[in-house]
């Protein structure tokens, strides 16, 4: 598969699951990205870019911190970007050639996508661009390192148990941008200055519904149940239920680290 259609397939399966990705999985990023907002210069009258923006969880926030400015959100996905309100622009566009005019924003923010660049370095240098030189860039990103979430393990072992085919590649390259290092070298290469990364523990506790919701609706734990056959599948859900119920709810709770970076547009251009 080419490039070009990796990220076709990537985004056109955002496309096809969006609806579960707003109800299920949107909640846990947008209290990342409320996080990364409150660390980016922000004034009432920003103009403020959401690379990314998927189902448009952000937009809201975003465009509370800035009544007087422009909000706007782009994404590859039509079908994540049509669950955004009708209250901010969006459109379709790919993050890595943005069909924007240099010099237009105060503020780009870029959560959990840049792993999903064939080359993070392009979606970094198009944020670049069409930031001002006084313009600011935050990104969220998962970190590297140890994620606790009892319940997925247990969704994991009863997919192994059922001879679910293995995870299938797709285009997420969290090893290219999931530390502070990568981080540093990739923004500063783009023309970025004043950097800042750290990590910070995100946490959500689920109730069983929206568990299986997610891992039956979404992503790579879609496609493995999917790879079941249709009839042992029932059989499944109940098993995982009554492991679920049999869980304290602490069993219940996602814990996983974020990576954040801020950094300035400064004044070289690249
Ligand atoms: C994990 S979601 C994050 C969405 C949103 N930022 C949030 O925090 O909920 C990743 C998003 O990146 C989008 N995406 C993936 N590759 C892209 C590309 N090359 N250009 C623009 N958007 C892309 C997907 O369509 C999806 O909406």
């Known amino acids: 598969m080419t490039i070009e259609e990796r990220v076709n397939q990537l985004t056109a399966r955002y496309s096809a699951e969006a609806d579960v990705y707003e109800r299920v999985w949107a909640p846990m990023l947008r209290e990342a990205g409320n996080r990364l907002l409150s660390r980016i210069p922000l004034n009432v009258d920003s103009k403020v870019l959401d690379v990314g923006a998927g189902v448009g969880a952000l937009l809201p926030d975003i465009s509370a911190l800035v009544p007087g400015g422009v909000t706007v959100g782009v994404d590859r996905s039509k079908g994540m970007l049509s669950h955004a ?80 085919d ?3 590649p797709v285009l997420s390259q969290h090893e290219l941008v999931n530390t502070g290092e990568l981080l540093e070298e990739l923004l500063s290469a783009a023309g970025f200055e004043r950097i800042e990364t750290w ?59 974020v990576l954040f970076a801020t950094a300035a547009a400064g004044g070289s251009r690249v």
């Open 85 to 164: 309100s009708s209250d901010y622009p969006v459109a379709v566009m790919d993050a890595s050639r943005l069909g924007l005019r240099a010099a237009t924003f105060d503020a780009v923010t870029m959560t959990f996508i840049l792993f999903h660049l064939p080359d993070p370095s392009d979606g970094l240098k198009e944020a670049h661009r069409v930031l001002g030189p006084r313009g600011s860039i935050g990104i969220a990103n998962w970190a590297a390192g140890d994620e606790e979430w009892p319940a997925f393990e247990i969704w994991t072992e009863l997919l192994d148990e059922h001879g679910a």
């Open 166 to 168: 293995p995870p299938s």
């Open 199 to 257: 990590v910070e523990t995100i946490e959500r506790t689920w109730d069983i519904d929206s568990f299986i919701q997610f891992v039956t609706g979404m992503a790579i734990p879609k496609r493995r149940y999917d790879s079941i056959d249709p009839r042992a599948r029932p059989t499944l859900i109940e098993t995982l239920r009554g492991r679920l119920e049999d869980l304290g709810p602490t069993d219940l709770t996602h814990r996983a680290q």
